[in-house]
Nanobody
């Protein structure tokens, strides 16, 4: 199982940008698809973005499409979530996850989750 640690969260104002990192240990992520999720207080965890093993394919939740991008540096065993034009509704704990499959976030089996990093966007 891969160990994942997110970082980069914080308090920002609406319209600001923020980049999150997800560092992996215990296994190289080059053979894994990587996912970002978020969970707002009192709400269920929701899919945010995913990226394929080679970084060529990516997809996003409609709520963040056009504002967020995802990238990965397999040499550094790290995945990133770049968030632009942040809104108060983006406030949540953000988690990264790893899976063998690059598929529907509800269908894949995850073999590693991070502990999350808090992102708070003030209006």
């Amino acid at each position: 199982q891969v160990q994942l640690v997110e970082s980069g969260g914080g308090l920002v104002q609406a319209g600001d940008s923020l980049s999150l990192s997800c560092a992996a240990a215990g296994r190289t992520i080059s053979s894994l698809a990587m996912y970002w999720f978020r969970q707002a207080q009192g709400q269920e965890r929701e899919f945010v973005a995913r990226v394929s093993r080679d970084g060529i394919s990516a997809s996003f939740a409609d709520s963040v499409k056009g504002r967020f991008t995802i990238s990965r540096d397999n040499a550094k065993n790290t995945v990133y979530l770049h968030m632009n034009s942040l809104k108060p509704e983006d406030t949540a704990v953000y988690f990264c996850a790893a899976a063998e499959q690059f598929g529907d976030s509800q269908d894949v089996v995850y073999n590693g989750w991070g502990q999350g990093t808090q992102v708070t966007v003030s209006s």
